[in-house]
């Protein structure tokens, strides 16, 4: 039996994002040192739905996963979350750069084996 301890996906994986027009990409990866087991984690419970979960101001909008295992993670993007860009753009983060920490803060069950 697996145990798994809430905690912010931060512990596991590191986080970079950005933008390009209205959309933003948020890479994932889970840094050496960890074990691949963790990479399969990641890949296999990252879904477009549990995006959409961790940020809820994705609910409505596509979300892309490109699963890159030879680099340990995944890049996500979601498309339109800045509206028309950087230019036009309304939110706190008009650049999207804040979203990879923002998810990296967002509370999950984590096995505790991967934690190790």
Do not use: C, M, T
């Given at each position: 039996m697996s145990v798994s301890t809430l905690r912010p996906l931060g512990d596991l994986v590191y986080a970079r994002s950005g933008?390009?027009?209205?959309?933003?990409?948020?890479g994932l990866w889970v840094p050496a040192g960890r074990s691949d087991a963790a990479v399969d984690w990641l890949l296999q419970t990252l879904t477009a739905e549990w995006v959409r979960e961790l940020l809820p101001e994705t609910a409505d909008l596509e979300i892309d996963l490109v699963p890159l295992p030879n680099l340990r993670g995944v890049n996500i993007v979601i498309?339109?979350?800045?509206?028309?860009?950087?230019?036009?753009?309304?939110?706190?983060?008009?650049?999207?750069?804040?979203?990879?920490?923002?998810?990296?803060?967002?509370?999950?069950a984590i096995p505790d084996r991967l934690m190790a």
């Open positions: 933008d390009k027009g209205g959309n933003a990409n948020i498309h339109g979350i800045l509206g028309a860009g950087v230019a036009e753009g309304v939110r706190f983060d008009p650049q999207a750069k804040a979203l990879g920490e923002w998810i990296r803060s967002r509370h999950v």
